[in-house]
């Protein structure tokens, strides 16, 4: 005789935890005035920026992925000095990545694993991640990260100045509902196909309002209705081993946005297949725009940066205690050294062009 199976839900359920609320979360680490200003500094500079009423270009500089607080705060506390240094030609936008899509199986970041034993102790990592941001925005310092789990912008958003839709979720229909909700600009990389189709549409649904399922600020299911979000532009982060930075790219590009009726903003990712996932590369492509802007360009309005204290990357040991200080776990990086240089070399040689590039419209 056959054998039922009864249990029809839950099969492939280990076990379930009931998570911290957004709110609860929010009232243990509240948002001080000093981060708050630093929040809506950041957000409207780079609105501004996106508007043509800010000459600036924007460059969201840091490591791939944060997995050691101590090394995030070195990090930053150099780029503070340097953001200073060179605030009158670009503004300074720290990377700080919590969560890590993976094609197949992989470590998913500080939040969804912060001790990085596969323990996935969320709770823990929400209180790590929220604290550092609250950390970085009090120093003054415009915070970015990739918003990939939909639930996680209630318990951080509040700390972000710039988000990122990355390749693998631009055409998530999840997605561009949930960042057109989101209270700062966003940026949608084009295809892991290097095509810009998907991201097209993704910044034509951003710009519209949607009514779909999420949770509140008391975590419960709720439906969340939203106005749009009219800072959606595009990343341009090449695909399938071909970089796509260059004039032609950024060309053809333009006319495809124009086409699409929406506006020509168009940032580098200088990472991935821009620079043939070579983070030594990344200096060479950030070169190239700064020529394209001398040579005319009106459209690229800035650039991502992968960069950490040390150069490379490193793969998580079994004993932790054997980790690098300052040196990525995802995505190889430049060392602090050359991204100073090449962030410098880039405000020297544009300094004097962007003040005249971009006319307020």
């Known amino acids: 005789m056959m054998t039922i199976d009864m249990q029809i839900e839950d099969v492939n359920v280990r076990s379930t935890e009931v998570l911290i609320t957004p709110a609860a979360l929010k009232a243990e680490m509240p948002l001080s005035d000093t981060a708050r200003a630093s929040v809506i500094e950041g957000r409207q500079t780079i609105r501004n920026i996106l508007d043509g009423k ?24 150099r780029l503070k000095v340097l953001a200073e240094q060179v605030k009158d030609s670009l503004y300074l936008v720290m990377r700080v990545y919590f969560e890590k899509p993976r094609t197949t199986v992989g470590w998913k970041g500080l939040i969804n694993d912060p001790d990085m034993n596969d323990s996935f102790d969320i709770q823990k990592g929400l209180h790590i991640g929220r604290r550092l941001l609250l950390d970085l925005n ?21 700390l972000i100045a710039w988000s990122a839709i990355g390749a ?3 055409e998530s229909q999840t997605h561009r509902e949930m960042s057109s909700g989101l209270s700062s600009p966003v940026g949608f990389k084009n295809g892991t196909d290097g095509g810009l189709k998907v991201a097209i549409n ?31 532009h595009v990343v341009l982060r090449g695909g399938d081993g071909k970089p796509n930075y260059d004039s032609v790219s950024v060309t053809l590009a333009e ?13 580098i990712d200088c990472s ?14 950030m070169d190239n725009v700064s020529n394209q802007i001398l040579e005319g360009n009106q459209s690229i309005v800035g650039l991502m940066i992968e960069s950490h204290l040390k ?38 040689k544009l300094n004097d062009i962007l003040p005249k590039r971009r006319q307020t419209v």
């Open 168 to 170: 693998r979720t631009t």
């Open 138 to 158: 009090e120093m003054g310092l415009a915070c970015a990260t990739e918003a990939l789990d939909p639930m996680s912008p209630q318990y951080m958003h509040d």
């Open 202 to 232: 993704a910044l034509l649904s951003v710009r519209n309002p949607h009514s779909f399922l999420g949770i509140n600020g008391a975590g419960q299911v709720a439906i969340i209705n939203t106005n749009g979000n009219a800072y959606g």
């Open 54 to 77: 800010d000459h600036r270009l924007f460059l969201v500089v840091g490591p791939c992925s944060i997995h050691d607080v101590n090394a995030a705060k070195e990090y930053a506390q």
């Open 311 to 348: 150069f490379g990357r490193q793969d998580i040991p079994a004993d932790l205690s054997q980790l690098e200080y300052g040196k990525s776990v995802t995505d190889g990086c430049i060392d602090w050294s050359t991204t100073e240089e090449a962030i410098l070399k880039m405000h020297h």
């Open 255 to 267: 006319k495809e946005l124009s086409k699409a009726k929406v506006p020509s903003n168009i940032m």
């Open 272 to 285: 991935h297949a821009n620079s043939n996932k070579d983070p030594a590369l990344q200096p060479l492509v």
